[in-house]
């Protein structure tokens, strides 16, 4: 029983570390291009089931909507409320230790969301758990060692490189992993 409890309150005062998402460019652009052309290429009806990881301030539960698509999140605090009051079903829980039950979604979308987790093989266990057979899981995530040094923003415990995720995706059991590159000029340089 130690260790679980020297892990709850390791995790506990993790939830300190959390910080409201900017709501910023490029991500705000990306999301809107992205979005469309995820629903187009993996042919996703209109009434599917999306779980948007990390909702944020609702800007891909938005675009899903606008797609057709049935779209819930995933998370906390002040950015939470502000999808909440646009109607969407926001869960307010930890993304490694999910309630929602298994083969739920069409399509779980993840974008800067993996980073955060500390157990990152875990997480890509849970959202493969909960993903449909067939289903398409997105993930976007930082590089590590570019000009934004992503590896050292304050809850980012998990920036690893693209080998690195592709490793725990095929370990999880995700066979068909397309992978590309979205760079662009920071101010600090680029983000590569």
């Known amino acids: 029983m130690r260790n679980f409890e020297r892990l709850n309150s390791f995790l506990d005062a993790r ?3 959390i910080y409201p998402e900017p709501d910023i460019e490029p991500g705000i652009s990306i999301t ?15 009434g599917a ?29 002040e950015e939470a409320e502000n999808a909440r009051k646009d109607g969407f079903e926001i869960i307010e829980e930890d993304m490694s230790f999910s309630n929602l039950p298994d083969a739920e979604f069409d399509l779980v979308w993840c974008r800067h969301v993996l980073e955060h ?15 449909k057979a067939n289903g398409v899981f997105y993930m976007e995530v930082p590089a590590p060692e570019t000009s934004c040094h992503h590896e050292a ?30 760079d662009f000029e920071a101010t600090t340089g680029p983000d590569k």
């Not at 997480?123 to 909960?130: A, C, Q, V």
Request: hydrophobic share 35%; net charge positive; proline share 3%.
């Open 15 to 17: 939830l300190k570390d």
């Open 32 to 46: 809107k291009l992205t979005v469309p052309k995820l629903i187009q290429t993996h042919k996703i009806k209109p």
């Open 49 to 77: 089931k999306i779980l948007d990881v990390g909702c944020g301030h609702g800007h891909a539960l938005r675009a899903f909507r606008q797609e057709g698509c049935e779209a819930i999140g995933i998370g906390f605090g």
């Open 117 to 131: 987790s500390l157990f990152p093989y875990f997480t890509l266990n849970e959202m493969f758990r909960i993903l």
């Open 153 to 182: 923003n304050q809850n980012h415990y998990s920036v690893l490189s693209k080998n690195g995720w592709n490793s725990l995706l095929y370990r999880t059991g995700f066979e068909k992993i397309i992978s590309y590159d979205i």
